[in-house]
């Protein structure tokens, strides 16, 4: 029976993490992988996090399962963070799942369940496996432009000009901060104008909100998801906690679905439910425990917001360190984007060429599309990537 799989695409990410391994040179740099990193080059685990566990393993006394959508302190938590009371509670359904990538999947199957005509529209370029987990359920994917290459900014024109082509039953993805690949985000009233198109075509809006706090703060990052949420009758939300808790084994997520009226949350919680019954039945809950811990305990919360803080500055920090250098080395501003951008990545808007160049003539790995973490940056290798940049004349 086996002998009729076919191979499947290598992971582009996942090969370039083995080439990182397998270079020899003494000085190289990954910026390939999707992590933070410490200046000595380390994922820590933050301290509300191991306070939390601490506390978990002397408290805890079962670990029978949870319910099939999770801990409901976890989801009231989690929705509290994301949403605030931008929506009445009794209007969202919730269900914890391995990870974001879990919540991402099972919203298309749920799109899928309840309109299996709908398209969905993601930004070009969007997070890969975003596409690649639509083709695998049969959901077709439409592109809307997003990224300008020649500014490194968002092409509003041309995205609300595409959404204008969305049907009433399609769903629009929308990244909720710090744009997963480009780091390109829309400013205030430029999510205006998306709400307007909106509710104009009766799309839903899907938000991926996988780095609230790693943009310009944790209620800032939140700002654009409550206003979409709130203007919209229904919409779908996906959140990840690997990138602002560091949990990133545990894998730790929640899917929102908030509906036009209370009647439709009982439908829409059994349905979700459902959706984890087949599966995986009942959700990871060590994570999902992490989280409403922290978030439910004053003191820790602190602490974690503090630490969390603390590395947005770091990127912060790293990503005016890297313009003012390339600004340096060149003599112009035209690597300015780089500062304005927000979050772990930023899209260089670079040739394949180039950057094949940069890894084989200077050790520098990042992502073929010229999608960087700046996050594994630190102040030693910056003068390093600006002086590569530069030598391949991206």
Known sequence: ?????????????????????????????????????????????????????????????????????????????????????????????????????GAVRQAFELIRMANPEARVFVSDPTWPNHLSILDYVRIEAVSYRYFDE????????????DLKQVQKGD?????????????????????????????????????????????????????????????VPECLIVASCSKNFGIYRERTGLLMVISADASAQTLNQGTLAFLNRQNFSFPPDHGARIVSTILTDPALRQDWQEELEAVRNTM?????????????????????????HRGMFSRLGTSPDKVEAL???????????SRMNIAGLNDETVPVLAKAIIDVEV
């Not at 629009?172 to 909106?198: F, Q």
């Not at 890894?359 to 599309?369: K, S």
Request: net charge negative; aromatic share 6%; with cysteine.
């Open 1 to 101: 029976m086996f002998e009729t799989l076919k191979p499947q695409p290598v992971d582009k990410i996942l090969a370039l993490m083995q080439m990182y391994r397998d270079d020899p040179r003494p000085v190289k740099v990954d910026l390939g992988v999707g992590v933070y990193k410490d200046a000595s080059g380390l994922t820590p685990v933050m301290r509300a996090v191991k306070a939390a566990e601490h506390w978990i393993w002397e408290n805890q006394d079962t670990k029978v399962y949870t319910g099939l959508t999770g801990h409901p302190a976890f989801a009231d938590a989690m929705i509290d963070l994301v949403l605030a009371d931008a929506v009445a509670r009794d209007k969202i359904a919730a269900a914890a799942t391995p990870g974001g990538t």
């Open 171 to 231: 769903v629009v993805l929308l990244h909720g901060c710090c744009h997963n690949p480009t780091g390109a985000n829309l400013n205030p009233v430029e999510w205006d104008a998306v709400i307007e198109v909106l509710l104009a075509t009766g799309a839903i809006p899907m938000i991926d909100i996988a780095y609230q706090g790693f943009g310009e703060g944790l209620e800032q990052d939140a700002a654009a998801t409550r206003k979409v949420a709130a203007a």
């Open 316 to 340: 912060l920090g790293l990503r005016r360190q890297l313009a003012d250098e390339l600004q340096r080395l060149s003599g112009s501003d035209r690597f300015a984007f780089l500062a304005q």
């Open 359 to 369: 890894r084989v003539e200077h050790g520098i790995y990042m992502v073929g599309d």
């Open 150 to 161: 020649a500014s490194r900014g968002v092409d509003l024109d041309g995205m609300l000009e």
